[in-house]
């Protein structure tokens, strides 16, 4: 759902410009109440693990593909603020490295990709986790509706958008049920991943999962006629694998499937690139500012083998997704730890 430069006209990309400016700094505070010494190197892991799925585009319908858009499961395993954070940072190295997505649309791919997704999906998630059993099976089930949601929704939100401010005379309504009907297709795969790479956290290390946090429920007890919370268990979850082993694994199949097994994704237009062909949206379409760029399109300039071109851009683009990843979240680790740090508490 990569908008790309002319779709959206330059008053309603500055508009949501700012919105997303303003998103994203109210999210760097929020982040650094989520993040810690745990947490923080998991936060560029996930980003980078976002970059290398959306690479892996599906067949949903005849002629058109999707991809996974990311929001709901980060905010899921890093909390919603850092989830805003980690999809900002993998749209700003696919819109300035790749030419995916445009420059002057940044504002639209943020505002669409990573704060809608994330907010509706962490909503209907904390929403389930509210009225379902508290067990770790239900987090995972959670996860799958969460982002089956927020995909239709991403789509809702770009039909949105594109009324107020699209720069072709196109029918709204047939935009609307072309982008809901095939995006709902597309929100199955999202579901699929999501949940299945949220279950496989959750059984190797429970305790890193945000959206897992006070999962357990309380013991209650008799006492004197009336119901009580048991004290909680003061014995940390059982971790069945260290946090450097998992952030290895994160990499290495981050790694294989943007280096190897993206060669052997769907070459289908996605979903927003087939409605914006078959309903004309794309008619004012401009030149991306960096398709000269030597790793445009997901391929290595002068590299003439396919699939060692776009192996290589994909492998550069997790190293490049997860270092500036990385160097943001450490940096709000760190503005957290000076912020309580013992100076600053008075004591």
């Known amino acids: 759902m990569h908008v790309p430069d002319g779709f959206i006209d330059a008053p309603t990309s500055a508009v949501t410009g700012v919105v997303a400016a303003g998103a994203l700094a109210v999210s760097l505070r929020g982040a650094r109440r989520e993040l810690d010494e745990r947490t923080a190197p998991l936060a560029g892991l996930v980003a980078a693990f976002i970059f290398a799925v ?152 429970p305790d890193l999962v945000h959206g897992a946090r006070g999962l357990q429920q309380r013991l209650r007890l008799r006492v004197n006629g009336e119901l009580v919370d048991a004290p909680a268990p003061t014995a940390p979850v059982a971790a069945r694998t260290s946090r450097r082993t998992l952030w290895v694994t994160g990499l290495v199949t981050s790694l294989v499937l943007a280096g190897f097994v993206s060669f052997y994704a769907s070459a289908n237009p996605d979903g927003l690139e087939k409605v914006a062909h ?43 997704t997860i270092v500036a990843g990385s160097a943001v979240f450490w940096a709000l680790r760190r503005r957290r730890s000076d912020d309580v740090s013992p100076v600053s508490t008075g004591i």
């Not at 696919?94 to 649309?105: C, H």
């Not at 962490?122 to 799958?144: D, E, I």
């Not at 029918?171 to 809901?180: D, E, F, L, R, Y």
């Not at 794309?282 to 445009?296: F, G, V």
Request: with cysteine; charged share 10%.
């Open 278 to 320: 078959d309903k004309g949206i794309d008619r004012k379409a401009e030149k991306h500012a960096t398709a000269d760029s030597p790793l445009a399109d997901y391929g290595v300039r002068d590299i003439a083998d396919a699939r060692l071109s776009g192996g290589l851009a994909g492998v550069i683009g997790v190293g490049v």
């Open 54 to 205: 959306q690479m892996l585009n599906f067949p949903v319908a005849a002629g058109t593909s999707g991809h996974l858009l990311g929001g709901a499961l980060a905010a899921i395993l890093v909390g919603p603020y850092t989830a805003v954070l980690c999809v900002s940072v993998v749209l700003l190295m696919q819109g300035v490295l790749f030419a995916d997505g445009g420059l002057t649309a940044l504002g639209v791919n943020i505002t669409d990709m990573a704060i809608v997704t994330t907010v509706v999906s962490y909503a209907v998630f904390r929403g389930l986790l509210a009225v379902l059993p508290r067990k770790r099976r239900t987090v995972t089930v959670a996860s799958f509706v969460a982002a089956l949601v927020s995909v239709p929704a991403a789509a809702v939100a770009f039909t949105l958008i594109y009324a107020v401010g699209g720069t072709t005379d196109v029918s709204i309504g047939k935009v609307a049920t072309a982008m809901i009907g095939v995006h709902l297709l597309i929100g199955i795969g999202e579901a699929v991943i999501t949940a299945l790479t949220v279950g496989a956290v959750i059984a190797v290390r």
